[in-house]
Nanobody, 115 residues
């Protein structure tokens, strides 16, 4: 069973920055497309950013230009750095690992942006 453990969430002021990390418990990490999703209260879960096995990235329009997703295959870890945080970024952030028909999810980490 693959386990994903997120860290780095917390309370941050608007305009601030944070970096989320997601550690994947098992190989082959390098063969997973990795992504960050978020879910705000009363809203559907939405894709924030994705990074493929080849390093290609895509971002939600709402975070484009102020977020960076990256991966360290040697550390089995994917990161999400977010800058210029806004109140609307407040959500539970989930890490996702995808390979063929398999999807794995972390338990989520809360990010709260105070205005």
């Amino acid at each position: 069973q693959v386990q994903l453990v997120e860290s780095g969430g917390g309370l941050v002021q608007a305009g601030g920055s944070l970096r989320l990390a997601c550690l994947v418990s098992r190989s082959p990490f390098r063969l997973y497309d990795m992504a960050w999703y978020r879910q705000a209260p009363g809203k559907q879960r939405e894709l924030v950013a994705r990074i493929t096995t080849g390093g290609g990235t895509n971002y939600a329009d709402s975070v484009k230009g102020r977020s960076t997703i990256s991966r360290d295959n040697a550390k089995y870890t994917v990161y999400l750095e977010m800058n210029s945080l806004k109140a609307e970024d407040t959500a539970v952030y989930y890490c996702n690992a995808h390979r063929t028909s398999w999807d794995y999810w972390g338990q989520g980490t809360q990010v709260t942006v105070s205005s």
